[in-house]
């Protein structure tokens, strides 16, 4: 069973700083690219940020210059570095891996539960 497992979110003030946490867990054979989604109410879900395995990044314009993304291979985590935060990054935040499964031998995504963050006074 593949899981996913975002941490980090959390209630922060206008200009601050988080940083989310995503890791996968259970019978892996490979992590191809992971990323960033969030979703704020009355929204559809939309791309924050992604990463290859290799490490190239790619960002929504919205959050350029502001959010850093980045992984750490061994330990199967995401990170997604967030500064100078504004009302309108309040939103659920979602993992999502491109991963192939050493049960099924099957390459598909997974999804975290979320994580909210709230960027209010």
């Known amino acids: 069973q593949v899981r996913l497992v975002e941490s980090g979110g959390g209630l922060v003030q206008p200009g601050g700083s988080l940083r989310l946490s995503c890791a996968a867990s259970g019978n892996i054979v490979a992590i191809y690219a992971m990323g960033w989604y969030r979703q704020a109410p009355g929204k559809q879900r939309e791309l924050v940020a992604t990463?290859?395995?290799?490490?190239?990044?790619n960002y929504a314009d919205s959050v350029k210059g502001r959010f850093t993304i980045s992984r750490d291979n061994a330990k199967r985590t995401v990170y997604l570095q967030m500064a100078s935060l504004n009302s309108e990054d309040t939103a659920v935040y979602y993992c999502k891996a491109d991963i192939k499964s050493g049960v099924t031998w099957v390459r598909g995504d997974y999804w975290g539960q979320g994580t909210q963050v709230t960027v209010s006074d």
């Open positions: 990463i290859t395995s290799g490490g190239t990044s």
